[in-house]
């Protein structure tokens, strides 16, 4: 099983509407959870990191599943600037010397 | 706002050569890595360096790969005898460790492989 697995896409929405992301891992002693954001070559971005309690930034939403082993992003009123790929980042240890990507998921938003 | 810087930018060698790709940290980040993408690829995981050592390394660091923080701001990543494969971006990254430790990128060193 991999580590931190994704839907790849592409998802194809038109602007304006909610999409959510969903992302598994494999490792019950992850400890941080992130979602990044990737331009077409460019380097991944800080999103949001996800809290336990879920968490909630602007029209961003991220939810964590520690018993389901899964994090979601939701995006509400989407923008054609929200067009990227989304990248689920798991960190092993609290102290940081691991932190893994998920192969992304890409996002296509349509005017 | 601080941020992650690498050099070259883009890189062109020939297969068998070593290069050394260069990374200036955050300047109180504690951890640092290397990531790669092969072009339409996942940002694979290759090392991670705290405390003047390697904390973590994939299975794709192999002998062929070192890294170095050879003065208190330079971060690097040599690659002995580059191979067409080692063909990706090479992204550096910083994190200060505590809570979340969210990671900062820099903008990446395209090596091409010739």
């Known amino acids: 099983r991999k580590e931190v697995e994704q839907d790849p896409g592409p998802f194809n929405v038109p602007e304006g509407a909610t999409v959510a992301f969903n992302c598994t891992y494999s490792n019950s002693a992850s400890q941080s959870f992130f979602w990044y954001r990737q331009d077409c070559r460019k380097e991944p971005k800080l999103l949001m990191s996800v809290y336990s309690s879920g968490n909630e930034d602007g029209r961003f939403t991220a939810q964590l599943n520690r018993a389901s082993q899964y994090i979601s992003l939701l995006i509400r009123d989407s923008k054609l600037s929200d067009s990227a790929t989304y990248l689920c980042?798991?960190?092993?240890?609290?102290?940081?010397?691991?932190?893994?990507f998920g192969s992304g998921t890409r996002l296509s938003i349509r005017p | 706002e601080p941020e992650v810087t690498q050099t070259p930018s883009h890189q062109v060698t020939q297969m068998g050569q070593e290069v050394i790709l260069r990374c200036v940290p955050i300047?109180?980040?504690?951890?640092f890595y290397w990531y790669r993408q092969i072009l339409g690829q996942k940002v694979e995981f290759l090392v991670s360096?705290?405390?003047?050592?390697?904390?973590?390394k994939s299975e794709i660091f192999d002998d062929q790969f070192s890294v170095e923080r050879p003065d208190g701001s330079n971060f690097t990543l040599k690659i002995r005898s580059t191979k067409l494969e080692d063909s990706a971006m090479y992204f550096c990254a910083s994190s200060d460790g505590r809570g979340v430790a969210e990671a900062f990128f820099g903008q990446g060193t395209r090596l091409t492989v010739v």
């Open positions: 980042v798991v960190s092993w240890y609290s102290s940081a010397s691991k932190i893994i």
């Open positions: 300047s109180n980040h504690l951890y």
């Open positions: 360096f705290y405390n003047n050592e390697i904390s973590e």
